[in-house]
């Protein structure tokens, strides 16, 4: 195994384990004897995007290369879909459970249309960002209903990914799509600061009218912001290591064994 190999397959180790951890740690209520108790509460509040991230990595590293081109490749997608919708609808009724658990309902309802959308190997960057765009206007007309209220992680993360994979980072599903590091630079900046100018408006300066309800509404989407700078981190670190998909890997020699027998 090369080196760059190792290292890739320890980062997405380490990756797994610690947002695994993280997230378990807060369902099953013991991240105060992990953390101190102020950072605890600040970490447990971002379940969603752990867990998001934990099965995106997942499916963008491993699942998604094996089944490019492969018969099995739509019929898997749309059950990996499936599933994570009927969980989500199963969470979503479930009034009398813990809400720790019940919380990751807006993730799964995220995730069952997310696979389906980053499966493709040819992207389609007009289609996924005129969604977003959609999205987006949806949600500027719906702020005061009571489903897209209820709905905030799941609309913000739909309208942010296609910037994210189609736009700012396309090596996050293509590894050697070119990176444009100076706009890439303004959205790590943008996702970074754009949670904490939210948080200063709502609860520092307590803003009201029009101003007051989008930025009330927008301390909502602060998991789908953390969820894509999990992806950039990640898939920027394994760029570097230059290690490749583990995945994509297995696809190379299993080809190779067919052309070799």
């Not at 007309?141 to 994210?164: H, K, Q, W």
């Not at 509404?217 to 950039?232: D, Q, S, T």
Request: hydrophobic fraction near 55%; glycine fraction near 6%.
């Amino acid at each position: 195994m090369r080196n760059g190999t190792r290292l890739t397959v320890g980062l997405a180790v380490v990756f797994h384990a610690v947002l695994l951890l993280t997230l378990a740690s807060v369902l099953f209520q013991f991240l105060d004897s992990l953390l101190p108790k102020g950072l605890a509460k600040q970490v447990s509040h971002n379940t969603e995007a752990y867990f998001s991230a934990v099965v995106l990595v997942a499916w963008i590293q491993s699942v998604r290369p094996r089944l490019h081109g492969s018969r099995a490749e739509w019929p898997v997608t749309a059950a990996a879909a499936a599933v994570c919708l009927a969980v989500a609808l199963v969470f979503y009724n479930a009034t009398s459970w813990p809400t720790r658990f019940t919380t990751l309902n807006e993730a799964l309802f995220a995730l069952a249309v997310l696979i389906p959308i980053v499966q493709p190997r040819t992207r389609r960057p007009a289609l996924t960002l005129g969604m977003a765009g959609a999205l987006f206007a949806v949600t500027l007309v719906g702020s005061r209903n009571a489903f897209i209220v209820d709905m905030a992680e799941t609309l913000a993360v739909l309208i942010l990914a296609p910037l994210a994979l189609d736009l700012f980072d396309r090596r996050v599903l293509t590894a050697d799509a070119p990176v444009r590091r100076a706009p890439l630079a303004c959205w790590i900046a943008f996702l970074i600061a754009m949670p904490l100018v939210l948080h200063m408006v709502t609860y520092q300066v307590g803003a009201t009218g029009v101003l007051g309800e989008a930025s009330r509404y927008g301390v909502r989407f602060y998991e789908a912001f953390i969820l894509m700078l999990l992806l950039h981190a990640y898939f920027g670190v394994q760029h570097l290591l230059g290690g490749g998909r583990v995945g994509e890997r297995v696809v190379r020699r299993r080809t190779a064994e067919r052309s070799a027998a």
